[in-house]
Nanobody, 128 residues
């Protein structure tokens, strides 16, 4: 059973930085691609960034490219999201997700329906 737990969300001023973590307290996720999504009450859950199983491939939404960095440490079953130059529009609940459809896949998906497991979310609030 995969259990994803996000942490690191809090309130920060615009221009600041945060580092989110996503840990798998169940089975190892080292063979699966993973991603970060975010959601506000006004919008549907939207794609932020994805990383392949080895960490060698990443993909970013245009809105965060150059500011956010996704990474993973498979030895610790943990994925990270380093967020720099934060803006008020980055305010959202951030979710990590795992794509269990294929092990060692080279394909990174942006659609939320491609991901099988989700964490409970962590709130990020950026004040202006």
């Amino acid at each position: 059973q995969v259990t994803l737990v996000e942490s690191g969300g809090r309130m920060v001023q615009a221009g600041g930085s945060l580092n989110l973590s996503c840990a798998d307290s169940g089975r190892t996720l080292s063979s699966y691609n993973m991603a970060w999504f975010r959601q506000t009450p006004e919008k549907e859950r939207e794609f932020v960034t994805a990383i392949n199983w080895s960490g060698g491939r990443t993909y970013y939404a245009n809105s965060v490219k150059g500011r956010f960095t996704i990474s993973r440490d498979n030895a610790k079953n943990t994925m990270f999201l380093q967020m720099n130059s934060l803006k008020p529009e980055d305010t959202a609940v951030y979710y990590c997700a795992a794509d269990q459809s294929e092990t060692y896949s080279t394909r990174l998906y942006v659609g939320k329906n491609n991901y099988d497991y989700w964490g409970q979310g962590t709130q990020v609030t950026v004040s202006s």
